[in-house]
C-alpha cells in the first residue's frame, strides 16, 4: 500500500502521505516548507518538528460530503545529500508526491529541474506520484521582471507536457506557498481515495497482511499492542 | 590509551552548554540553516565509506557537534554492508574479481539466470534488494535503543521474525522459544519441559549464580547442560546453536549464558517474538538512516568520491578527483576503500563464507503465519558434508519487500574456515532445496498416483500413497534459483567475539609508526563486518571510534529532541519495558506453574 489511511475519528478521515522536495541546491527549497509549516496556524496544525522530517497537517476542501478529509504531509527534505548527486534509494521510497523547486531568475534551474523530474519517475515505482514543478523567488521580479529568466509561460507547458501540477510562488513572502500543498493534497485525494477505500475493505476482511513493528511502542506482555 | 601530547577532542574544546550535558537539537534542523554551498575545506573528521558502523559513527559525531564529511568510493550507500539490486552485485563481483577489494574479498562466483533481465526477463535487476552482510535486530539491544534515541527508526519499517528452525534427522524441527510453546509441546516428557524451565530461570540471572557455571567456565557449555540440567541433545542444539547462535561444540560457557539470555530477554519487548529485521533490505538499508540523520545533523555526503592520500604532518586528504580537504580531527577508513599504495590496512584473519541464492518459492512453509523471514541453523555434523562448523542461513520472502512475490532470498554462511566451507554451505543449501520441495510440493495434486478421479470426475486423494514418508517422496519439481552468489569475505573480528578495539590503535598519530610512502599514515580503520548475523557488534564498533575521536563515549547520541511529544514519551516506556528484573519475575512464576502442570495456567506464562 503506498499510503497510509491512519485513522478515522468521528467523520474526520485522516490520510498520510510522503512528500519529497527535489532542485538544485539553493532554489529555495527548504524555505518552502519552511514558510508552509510556520504559516499553518489554524486548528489542524499537528507540526511534529523533529531530526527525521516535518509533519504538516491540512485540510482538504474537495471533500464535500458530511465527512470531512485531513491530508498528513511528512516531508523529506535532502538534508544537502542532493548536492553531489548522494540521495540514498530511501529517500525517494514510497513518496506520493513531490516539489521540484526551480528558481524564476536562474535559467539554468529549471534545466537542473527537468533532469530531477526524470530522476523522480525513474526512482518512484508509483505511477500515481503527484509532482508539483515549483518557481520559486517570484518576489525577486516585482516591479523588476528584467530579474525573471525563466518566462513563466515555458515552464508552465513543460508542466502540462509533463503533466505535473505549476505554480509560482514565494516563500519570502508567501505568496502561492499554501495553494501548493492545498492542491496537491486534493489531487492526492483524487487519485489515492479508491485504493484506501479498498484497502479499508481488505482490513475488515481478512488482515493476513503482515504488519510493521513499531519500535518506539514496546508491547509490556501485551501481544496485541505491538500492532499498533 | 590517550596519549598525553593528544589534541583536545571535539567535545573538551566545545563550550560547556548550561545546565545541561545533553544537546539540544534545534527546531527545524537541518532546514532553517541552509547548508553552504560548496565543499568546505575544513572539517573535523572525514569518514571514508557508508557501511553500517561508520554510518552510526557519522551520525553520532553529527549530533554531537563535529563537521562531519562522509564519503563512499561507490554510487550507491552501503559499502561492505550494502543492500545491493542484481545489476550492482554482478558490479561488486566484477570488482572482487578484479582484485579492487584485496584482503576484504575473494573467490566471487555468480550465477545469474536470464529471467532476471532489464527489459527481457519476467524480472527487473531492481527488483530484488541483496543484502553483503545480512543481519536480524535483537528487540533489546543496543542498536534497537540508538535507532529510538536518534529517530532513525522513523526512516525505517520493521517486521518480526519469529520462526528459528534447527535442521535434524533430515528435518526442520521448529524451535520451541517460548514458554507457553514448551509446555505446549505434546513431544517433551515432563521431566524434559521441567528441566528446561530451570535452566530459563538460570540463564535470565546467570552471572550471579556462579557457583553453576564456574565448573564449566572453560568448558563447553554442552557438558553444564547435560549434566547440571539434564538436557536432551535435541534441546540442547536449540539452545546453542537457535537461541544461542553459536558455531560449534566448544563454545565456552559464559559466551553461550550471554548469547542465550539475549534471545529471551529480547522476547514480548514488542509481542511474541525475539528479533526483527527491517524491510527493503538490513545493513544497507540501515546505513542509509543513520547517513540521512548525520545529514541532518549538518554532515556532508559525497558518493562517488575517494580518498588517494592523507597527509598526517599537514592534515590534509586528497581527493582522487583532485580535491582535498583539511582534517582537524580524525579520518576514518572502511578496509573496503583504503586508499591506493596503503600500508597500514589491518588484516583481516577470519574467513566467513557466503552463500547468496535467489530462490523462485515462496517458502511461505517456513515462516510464522503473517511474517516472511526465517532463519534455519545447521548444527555440527547434521549434514551430508560432516560439517564441524554452524551453517546459518536466513530467509526473507517476498513481504520483506527484497524480492518479488513467488520468490525468496536465501543468505547461507558458516565460519568454517578453508575449503570445506564451500562444502558445507552446498550441503546445506542442497537440505533446504529437499525440504522446500518436500513441504510445498505442490506437484503432489497433479501425481496422478496420488490424486484419482471418482466417476464423477471429483478428485479422490489416494490416501495409501499419500500416508508414504515424505522423506522418500522424490518429487518431480526442481527449485529454480534466480541467482546464486558464492564469496569469500574476510574480517579481523574472529568469530564469537566482538570488534576489539586495540584494533583501532595501531596507527595512532605518534611519528615513529608512521611508515614511510604510505598512503594511510595516521588515519583509523573500521573493522569488517562480523560473522555475528545480529547487528550486536555495531553499536560497540561505532562507541569505540566515537571515543577515540571525542575523547569520550559520554555523549554518544545523547539528543535531546525540543518537540517532546509521543516520541519523548515513548523512549520512557521503552526503557522501562526492557528491564531485567521483570523477566526474572515472570520466570519465576512460569516454573511455579510449570511444576503443578495445570494447563488453564498456560495463558499467563510470559517470558
Redesign the interface.
Known amino acids: 500500500m503506498d499510503c497510509n489511511s491512519s485513522g478515522r475519528s468521528g467523520n474526520r478521515v485522516m490520510l498520510q502521505f510522503k512528500l519529497v522536495l527535489l532542485g538544485d541546491s539553493s532554489v529555495g527549497k527548504s524555505s518552502i516548507v519552511y514558510r508552509f509549516v510556520k504559516d499553518s496556524f489554524d486548528e489542524f496544525r499537528e507540526s511534529t518538528i523533529g531530526a527525521a522530517f516535518l509533519s504538516q497537517t491540512i485540510k482538504i476542501s474537495g471533500s464535500s460530503e458530511q465527512s470531512e478529509t485531513v491530508i498528513k504531509f511528512e516531508i523529506w527534505d535532502t538534508a544537502g545529500q542532493e548536492r553531489y548527486k548522494s540521495l540514498a534509494p530511501m529517500y525517494y521510497r514510497n513518496a506520493n508526491a513531490a516539489l521540484v523547486v526551480y528558481d524564476v531568475t536562474q535559467q539554468d534551474s529549471l534545466t537542473k529541474a527537468r533532469a530531477w523530474v526524470n530522476e523522480l519517475k525513474n526512482k518512484v515505482g508509483d505511477e500515481d506520484l503527484v509532482i508539483c514543478l515549483v518557481g520559486n523567488k517570484i518576489d525577486l521580479c516585482d516591479g523588476d521582471e528584467d530579474k525573471r529568466a525563466v518566462e513563466t509561460g515555458e515552464a508552465r507547458d513543460y508542466a502540462a507536457e509533463q503533466s505535473l501540477l505549476f505554480y509560482e510562488v514565494s516563500a519570502k513572502t508567501g505568496s502561492g506557498v499554501r495553494q501548493i500543498f492545498e492542491s496537491i493534497g486534493e489531487k492526492l485525494y483524487e487519485t489515492k481515495k479508491d485504493e484506501l477505500a479498498a484497502a479499508r475493505n481488505r482490513q475488515m476482511g481478512s488482515s493476513k497482511d503482515q504488519v510493521n513493528v513499531q519500535l518506539q511502542r514496546p508491547s509490556t506482555n501485551d501481544p496485541t499492542s505491538c500492532c499498533y | 590509551m590517550l596519549s598525553p601530547e593528544r589534541r583536545p577532542s571535539m567535545a573538551e574544546r566545545r563550550p560547556v552548554l548550561s545546565n545541561s550535558s545533553s544537546i539540544v ?1 534545534p ?6 540553516d ?2 553552504p ?1 560548496s565543499t568546505p575545506d575544513k572539517v573535523d573528521v572525514l569518514i571514508v565509506g557508508t557501511g553500517m558502523v561508520e554510518s552510526v559513527l557519522a551520525a553520532a559525531l553529527s ?1 554531537q557537534g563535529s563537521k562531519v564529511l562522509h564519503i563512499d568510493k561507490n ?3 552501503g559499502d561492505s554492508s550494502a543492500t545491493m539490486t542484481v545489476d550492482q552485485i554482478k558490479r561488486w563481483v566484477n570488482q572482487v574479481n578484479e582484485g579492487e577489494y584485496p584482503k576484504c574479498y575473494s573467490n566471487a562466483k555468480l550465477y545469474v539466470s536470464t529471467s532476471i533481465e532489464n527489459g527481457r526477463g519476467r524480472f527487473a535487476s531492481r527488483d530484488f534488494g541483496l543484502d553483503l552482510a545480512p543481519k536480524i535486530l535483537f ?1 533489546k539491544s543496543d542498536l ?1 535503543s540508538v ?2 534515541n ?6 525505517l ?4 521474525l519469529s520462526s528459528f528452525h534447527t535442521y535434524e534427522n533430515d528435518s526442520f524441527e521448529k524451535l520451541t522459544n517460548t514458554k507457553q510453546e514448551i509446555f505446549t509441546d505434546q513431544n517433551l516428557p515432563l521431566m524434559t519441559k521441567r528441566n528446561l524451565m530451570k535452566f530459563i530461570k538460570f540463564v535470565l540471572n546467570w552471572e550471579e549464580q556462579p557457583e553453576i557455571w564456574e565448573p564449566y567456565s572453560n568448558r563447553p557449555i554442552g557438558d553444564m547442560l547435560v549434566e547440571k540440567f539434564k538436557l536432551d541433545k535435541p534441546q540442547v542444539f536449540e539452545l546453542m546453536f537457535s537461541i544461542g547462535l553459536c558455531y560449534n561444540m566448544h563454545t565456552k560457557t559464559p559466551e553461550v549464558l550471554q548469547r542465550i539470555r539475549r534471545y529471551l530477554s529480547s522476547f ?5 517474538f525475539s528479533v ?1 529485521y527491517s ?2 533490505g538490513g545493513p544497507g ?1 540501515l546505513s ?2 543513520f ?3 548525520a ?3 549538518g554532515a ?6 575517494s580518498l588517494a592520500s592523507y597527509d598526517p604532518s599537514s592534515k590534509i586528504a586528497y581527493f582522487n578527483d583532485g580535491s582535498k580537504v583539511s582534517v582537524t580531527e580524525k579520518v576514518v577508513i572502511s578496509p573496503t576503500q583504503a586508499p591506493k599504495y596503503n600500508q597500514n590496512a589491518p588484516e583481516q584473519k577470519y574467513e566467513i563464507h557466503r552463500l547468496t541464492c535467489i530462490v523462485e518459492k515462496s517458502c511461505e512453509e517456513w515462516f510464522t ?4 523471514a526465517a532463519v534455519v541453523v545447521f548444527p555440527p555434523g547434521s549434514l551430508k558434508s560432516g560439517n564441524q562448523e554452524v551453517v546459518q542461513s536466513f530467509i526473507l520472502g517476498s ?1 520483506s519487500e527484497t524480492c518479488p512475490k513467488g520468490t525468496s532470498i536465501w543468505y547461507l554462511s558458516t565460519t568454517q574456515q578453508g575449503p570445506r566451507a564451500e562444502m558445507d554451505l552446498d550441503a546445506a543449501l542442497e537440505a533446504m532445496e529437499a525440504s522446500i520441495v518436500r513441504e510445498s510440493s505442490s506437484d503432489l495434486e497433479n501425481d496422478e498416483s496420488i490424486l484419482r478421479f471418482g466417476p464423477n470426475g471429483e478428485p479422490v486423494i489416494n490416501s495409501v500413497r499419500l500416508g508414504q514418508s515424505f522423506k522418500e517422496y522424490v518429487p518431480r519439481e526442481k527449485i529454480q534459483f534466480l541467482l546464486k552468489l558464492y564469496h569469500i569475505q574476510y574480517t579481523s573480528t574472529p568469530p564469537f567475539a566482538v570488534v576489539d578495539p586495540s584494533l583501532f590503535d595501531i596507527n595512532r598519530e605518534d611519528s615513529e609508526r608512521l611508515i614511510p610512502g604510505a598512503s594511510d599514515n595516521g588515519v583509523l580503520y573500521t573493522a569488517m563486518p562480523s560473522a555475528e548475523i545480529s547487528y550486536d557488534e555495531v553499536v560497540t564498533a561505532a562507541k569505540v571510534l566515537y571515543e577515540k575521536i571525542v575523547g569520550s563515549d559520554d555523549d554518544f547520541f545523547d ?1 535531546d ?3 517532546g ?3 519523548a514519551i ?2 520512557t ?2 526503557e ?3 528491564e531485567d528484573d521483570e523477566d526474572d519475575e ?1 520466570a519465576e512464576m512460569s516454573v511455579g506453574v510449570g511444576r503443578s502442570g495445570t494447563a488453564e495456567c498456560i495463558g499467563e506464562m ?1 517470558i
Open positions: 537539537v527546531h527545524l534542523a537541518g532546514i532553517e541552509p547548508l554551498d549530533w554510487d550507491h550507500y528487540a534497537l535507532l529510538v536518534s529517530r532513525v527508526h522513523q526512516y519499517e520493521f517486521q518480526s514480548d519487548v514488542y509481542g511474541p526483527l524491510k527493503y538499508e542509509q538512516g547517513c540521512r540523520s545529514a541532518v545533523g556532508m555526503y559525497k558518493l562517488n568520491e503465519e503473517g511474517e516472511s513481504g539528543l529532541f525540543e518537540d511529544d509521543d516520541a515513548s523512549k516506556d521503552f522501562n519495558a526492557i515472570d510470559e
